[in-house]
């Protein structure tokens, strides 16, 4: 068998930026032959990627990309944080917000198939993986085209905002995505807010107000009439739009007007926004650290 000097896993690694360990076990099952190695790191990487997949990936970042009146909000994630912070990880999130912009992908499936320093999306993906060791996927994006302007916000990477504006100042565009950040509203207007989001909010006061009701009877007090119920669940309603619309929300760096007045002194108008914040919505693995410990004393005893 041919020896395997580090020479040759250093020029296996630089020609295919594979683990070190992992380019010395394919150059001695190649048995030296370079050629051979790097066609089974190619089958063993695309292996790993595949078993990667199935991974939850609730970490990540959100990047945004503006070029004049065409940018891109996107998340990409990541199984942890570490990964998060890698300088190649950031680069594919970047790349892959341009590719947005400038090529209007109909969904993350297109996104992928786009070109991309000679592969496709999908591959520079895949091989990133294969590289980490660690599950990757394209989550959403948006993608903005406007006459007017275009600002963004990125809060750690975790919260990332896009603002479409029309306005002669352009600080009064970075202020919303800043704001939106902050204050994460829902929707532009009360009249926007989803009403799958009213009736839960509708349920959670009509609980409340129950309670209350249950909590007098007991207590022995008066039991407010249905019709006095009715306008304190109403109010509770016009609360919670008020709370959640960006137009009526009080503005973070001058909380004695709302974003309403603020972009009317400043004679601005908000035509729409996007707001992602990382692994949202995303079901995180719980790991039992003590039932994996029992489990590996187990095993070693067997």
Not at 139 to 149: D, G, I, L, V
């Amino acid at each position: 068998m041919a020896a395997i000097t580090a020479a040759m896993v250093g020029e296996l690694r630089a020609k295919t930026d594979a683990p070190m360990m992992e380019c010395k076990k394919a150059l001695t099952e190649a048995e030296g032959d370079m050629g051979r190695a790097e066609e089974i790191l190619r089958v063993k990487l695309g292996t790993k990627a595949g078993k990667a997949a199935s991974r939850i990936t609730a970490e990540g970042v959100v990047t945004a990309y503006i070029n004049g009146g065409i940018g891109a909000l996107l998340e990409i994630n990541s199984e942890t944080d570490f990964v998060a912070k890698n300088d190649e990880f950031m680069a594919l999130a970047n790349n892959a917000a341009r590719l947005v912009a400038e090529h209007n992908p109909a969904d993350v499936a297109a996104l992928l198939a786009l070109p991309l320093d000679g592969k496709t999306l999908d591959e520079v993906r895949s091989a990133l993986i294969g590289k980490i060791g660690e599950n990757m996927s394209i989550r959403r994006f948006q993608r903005f085209e406007t006459t007017a302007k275009l600002a963004s916000y990125l809060h750690s990477g975790r919260i990332g905002v896009m603002v479409d504006f029309d306005g002669a100042d352009e600080q009064v565009g970075k202020d919303l995505a800043m704001h939106i950040a902050a204050m994460k509203p829902v929707s532009l207007s009360s009249d926007q807010v989803p009403a799958e989001l009213i009736e839960k909010e509708r349920s959670v006061a009509a609980l409340k107000a129950q309670e209350d009701a249950d909590k007098a009877v007991a207590e022995g007090k008066a039991v407010q009439s249905p019709e006095i119920l009715a306008k304190r669940l109403e109010g509770s309603i016009q609360k919670y739009l008020k709370e959640v619309s960006l137009l009526n929300q009080a503005f973070v760096k001058n909380d004695k007007q709302s974003i309403e007045q603020m972009l009317k002194e400043k004679n601005t108008t908000v035509k729409a926004f996007t707001m992602y914040v990382v692994g949202e919505g995303i079901e995180k693995k719980q790991d039992d650290f003590a039932a994996e410990v029992a489990a590996q004393m187990a095993a070693n005893k067997q």
